[in-house]
């Protein structure tokens, strides 16, 4: 019940000192509040904290279970002298008496070790955590030190341009805490992909680690080239005399022009490869496009007139009637 001890420790009034001991490891093994920070496991470990200050000593237990003293270890009638440091602490202090934590209890250094590390939180030897047991902030008349916390992670997006997704390259990006970060862009990152920056995260409390920035990447298009796998597809046009005569020509890939060999007699639609010029190893497919010189002026309709006359043919030829 509310005020017990006992119940606080979830033991009987009978239970032994050991048995006491046993329970309060118990209870700080899963709401010490370097732990767990949920407001009602934080109420759990004061009381359990209170209470095993009270109970732990012998000579203030057997007073309390004869109602020498209350719950709060505070004198039930003025003729008894009380117990030097059987009443509250002059901080306040828990409920139950006591300092806070196990009191420096050298018989508990053990409950915390494997929670904290040899000797516990706050330990004699000054080896152990700050702001564990009995010295961490924030959870008030517990002590004044502070918990350490790691800090949470950052989830940000990251827009990137396309070239710089597929050559790799550097971006400089404003964290939401402030200042400025220097991202280094792996080459071929993939839209959706996430870079990890360590320890960029938020700060983290006490001696807690800073938390890491997960960035997601977003790549922006490009005017000429699409992305598939590794492979980098253009519409490249041609002219109309490069169509029928063929030639080289430049093209451009992600990493610079190079020459590509047009054949003669080379349709829209016909796709040629350049090998190894896309991401990462990847092909650089291209797709040819004929392209109407922009005037069509009275020398080349003639020359059509007269060409058509002689070598007319049907590129169409069976489409429309297939049956």
């Keep these: 019940m509310a005020g017990d001890p006992y119940a606080a420790l979830g033991v009987p009034r009978g239970a032994s000192a050991d048995d006491i001991k046993k329970a309060y490891r118990r209870i700080a093994k899963t709401d010490h509040p370097d732990l767990n920070q949920d407001p009602e496991a934080v109420k759990r470990f004061a009381a359990a904290s209170a209470a095993y200050d009270l109970l732990k000593d012998p000579e203030q237990r057997r007073r309390f279970d004869a109602g020498e003293i209350d719950a709060q270890g505070q004198q039930q009638a003025p003729r008894w002298a009380g117990r030097s440091g059987a009443g509250r ?13 196990h009191g420096g209890d050298p018989d508990l250094s053990d409950v915390f070790a494997d929670l904290f590390g040899q000797g516990g939180p706050g330990g004699a030897a000054g080896g152990g955590r700050r702001g564990g047991f009995g010295g961490f902030g924030g959870f008030g008349g517990f002590g004044g030190g502070r918990a350490d916390m790691r800090g949470q992670d ?37 839209e959706g992909q996430v870079i990890r920056l360590r320890g960029k995260g938020e700060p983290g409390m006490g001696r807690g680690e800073p938390g890491d920035a997960y960035l997601e990447v977003r790549v922006t298009a490009h005017p000429m080239f699409t992305r598939e ?4 597809h253009l519409v490249l046009p041609i002219a109309l005399d490069e169509a029928v005569l063929g030639g080289k020509v430049a093209v451009p890939t992600i990493d610079g022009p190079v020459s590509l060999s047009i054949p003669r007699g080379a349709s829209s639609g016909q ?53």
């Design 89 to 101: 602490s002059a901080g306040g202090g828990h409920p139950f008496g006591g300092g806070a934590g």
């Design 154 to 190: 950052l989830r940000l997006a990251l827009e990137v341009d396309f070239l710089t997704a597929a050559r790799g390259g550097r971006t400089r990006i404003t964290l939401p805490q402030g200042g400025t970060l220097e991202v280094a862009i792996p080459r071929g990152v993939r």
């Design 229 to 232: 796998g590794d492979d980098i």
């Design 271 to 323: 796709r040629l490869r350049l090998r190894g010029r896309g991401v990462k190893g990847g092909d650089q497919h291209v797709e040819l496009r004929i392209a109407m010189p922009p005037k069509v002026d009275a020398e080349l309709e003639a020359f059509f007139e007269e060409w058509r006359r002689r070598n007319a043919y049907d590129p169409r030829r069976g489409m429309v009637d297939p049956g």
